[in-house]
């Protein structure tokens, strides 16, 4: 309902949108997280690292401490308090790249856009409902296990309805192989008639892929582990029993993941999403891992990002994941990286 009442405020011209002197790329959902917006994020940064072209990433920074803008520029280390875990885990693997993170992040990256003049192009993260930021490109994040029916907050979890598909670009069904084949092809076919309905046209919007919408499909992919305790990378842990420990939205595609490599999840032990680790919660890991010395214990790239600096005595790896699509969508995801190459420049 809120996200209606902005929507409608800015149709009107009654608020303004912030346009920057580069072309913008919003990844969003219409869900409550856990879409794999951040992997998302770093496909499109892996993208740009090829292709030879600086993105600035904007961030909100979920639950961090500082509310006051922060500016990390090449290879500037700032503690995960001040940035956000998922913030960190991006500026972690691609320290080269400019990212600002603030509530307001179009706006103040305007305000300090002298910083940022080398960029070619700006990545909005969770930006589908940032209505005060104009950007050119909107991909939208699709979970396969929850789909598209859901009913607006406050009724539901979803932020906006199924119509508000028509506004994107390109439409990611993500953890697409968690599904039924069925099921996958029953969700597709209900977004692609929401997308033949031609793309909503929006004040806050010029897109730059015209009565178009592409829709793809993606799963994760476990590409390595690293040790917290030497940072060494391992393609493969030796031991196949593992004890999996989570805080993030959805630990079941995390557990699935493990499962899918091969591995055997003997313990799991699941934290609220974001969550801090407390003296209750360290005491609660080490106990398991004495409980089960030979068993390395798994987490997330995001949980390490807050939890790297009181669990080193432990024997801890962190699982890295990326974004794969089905290769039967690449030529719709090669047409839509086009139209993105053909902007910037």
Not at 219 to 236: D, G, L, W
Not at 293 to 303: F, L
Not at 319 to 345: H, S
């Amino acid at each position: 309902m809120l996200n209606s009442i902005r929507s409608f405020l800015y149709e009107l011209e009654l608020k303004k949108s912030t346009q920057l002197p580069v072309p913008v790329i919003s990844i969003g959902n219409i869900s409550m997280g856990g879409t794999g917006k951040s992997p998302m994020t770093m496909y499109l940064l892996e993208w740009a690292k090829k292709e030879g072209l600086i993105p600035l990433v904007l961030t909100r920074g979920y639950k961090r401490k500082s509310k006051e803008v922060v500016i990390a520029l090449e290879n500037k280390k700032i503690p995960v308090e001040d940035l956000g875990d998922e913030p960190w885990m991006i500026k972690n693997r691609y320290p080269n790249f400019p990212l600002l993170v603030h509530a307001n992040r179009v706006t103040k990256a305007k305000e300090y856009w002298s910083q940022f003049s080398f960029v070619n192009f700006a990545v909005l993260d969770d930006g589908f409902q940032h209505w005060q930021g104009y950007r050119d490109f909107d991909i939208v994040m699709v979970d396969a296990k929850e789909g598209i029916e859901g009913l607006p907050i406050p009724f539901g979890f979803f932020r906006e309805n199924k119509q508000a598909l028509e506004r994107a670009d390109l439409i990611v069904i993500n953890r697409a192989d968690e599904v039924s084949k069925d099921d996958l092809r029953s969700l597709e076919q209900k977004i692609k008639e929401i997308a033949s309905i031609g793309k909503k046209k929006s004040k806050w919007k010029n897109s730059k892929i015209e009565n178009s919408l592409y829709v793809v499909k993606a799963k994760y992919n476990a590409s390595h582990f690293f040790s917290i305790s030497n940072c060494q990378r391992v393609e493969k842990l030796e031991d196949k029993n593992i004890i999996a420990v989570s805080g993030i939205a959805k630990p079941e595609s995390f557990h699935y993941a493990l499962s899918s490599m091969g591995y055997s999840i003997k313990e799991k032990i699941t934290y609220s999403d974001h969550a801090s680790l407390s003296e209750k919660m360290i005491l609660e890991i080490k106990a398991m891992s004495k409980k089960f010395p030979e068993m390395p214990i798994v987490i997330t790239e995001k949980d390490w990002a807050r939890w790297s600096k009181r669990l080193t005595d432990i024997n801890i790896y962190v699982m890295c994941v990326d974004l794969v699509f089905f290769t039967e969508d690449k030529p719709k995801l090669e047409l839509f990286f086009r139209a993105v190459r053909e902007c910037i420049i």
